[in-house]
């Protein structure tokens, strides 16, 4: 029997990029922070509402060709009643409008603090916004889509992101961009568990089995059929039962006819993270 996975990651450089929002948090005028639309509960780290002060916020729900198109629109109405104004994005296939409503919603956002620098008799009208959320959620893809340039590394594992760096997002906005930060400890494992299968935390340092087992347990559960249809297997038994059937109906085998379950791990999560298995989002609204 698998030990139960406890799944934690805070390397050193998060402890960082928490040190470095908390010392540049007074230069910005609005908070972006981005959540992934798969869980856009579950990639808010609740850290940041303690660095980000009383700053203006817009939360944006990266990725959300990946989503339930319909859930994406009550978590964005959810939080649009909670007063903070949320967007959602795919930033691979930005369309203009879409860059036009964000940078519009950052200048409305700034407009009290335009004021009271009027009112001191500040001439200076730019707006200095920071940029931050948990790792592989799509920030330097989103940046690159605002700045219409590479001026952030990209990639499809987290981590990427590192150190700070201003970016001229128009002539009138600049941004901070802060690497990806998590905290220190899950409270609730199934956090754990969905990050880990969206991509927030690095594949190294978790086990791919037990998060390819979990992402079927889900799929069983919540998206019935969505197994069986990309991989013509049953979805009656126990997950490990599941995968193991998949392995061999796409011929991942080692010597002596023995499943490679690992290397169907590898498979699933990435058709998974991949929007093969269908758009899916994995947080209900609260009550």
């Given amino acids: ?94 369309k203009k409008n879409t860059r036009d409503k964000l940078l519009e919603a950052i200048r409305k956002k700034a407009v009290p603090m335009l004021q009271k620098r ?30 219409r340039k590479g001026a952030a590394a990209t990639g499809d594992r987290p981590g990427i992101t590192r150190g700070k760096q201003w970016i001229k997002l128009d002539n009138d906005i600049e941004l901070l961009d802060m690497p990806g930060i998590l905290w220190p400890k899950f409270e609730d494992q199934k956090i754990g568990y969905k990050l880990a299968a969206s991509g927030a935390i690095n594949d190294e340092v978790i086990d791919r089995q037990e998060i390819a087992m979990w992402i079927i347990a889900w799929l069983v559960n919540n998206a019935p059929d969505r197994i069986t249809k990309r991989y013509g297997t049953n979805e009656i038994g126990e997950p490990l039962e599941i995968l193991t059937a998949i392995c061999r109906r796409r011929g991942f085998l080692l010597s002596g006819a023995e499943v490679d379950l690992q290397k169907g791990a590898v498979m699933l999560i990435d058709e998974f993270r991949g929007g093969k298995l269908g758009r899916i989002t994995m947080d209900y609204l609260p009550e």
């Fill in 1 to 94: 029997m698998r030990k139960k996975l406890v799944i934690q990651w805070f390397p050193g450089h998060m402890a960082k990029t928490r040190r470095l929002i908390t010392e540049n948090i007074k230069l910005v005028d609005v908070v972006i922070e981005l959540a992934d639309a798969r869980v856009p509960q579950s990639s808010r780290n609740p850290l940041l509402a303690e660095l980000i002060e009383r700053k203006p916020q817009i939360i944006v729900l990266t990725k959300e060709d990946l989503a339930d198109a319909n859930a994406t629109e009550r978590w964005l109405k959810y939080y649009n009643s909670l007063g903070l104004k949320a967007l959602s994005v795919n930033a691979v296939v930005g």
């Fill in 118 to 147: 009027q009112n001191k008799g500040i001439i200076n009208k730019t707006v200095r916004t920071m940029i931050v959320g948990i790792p592989n959620v799509g920030k330097s893809t989103l940046i690159n889509f605002l700045s």
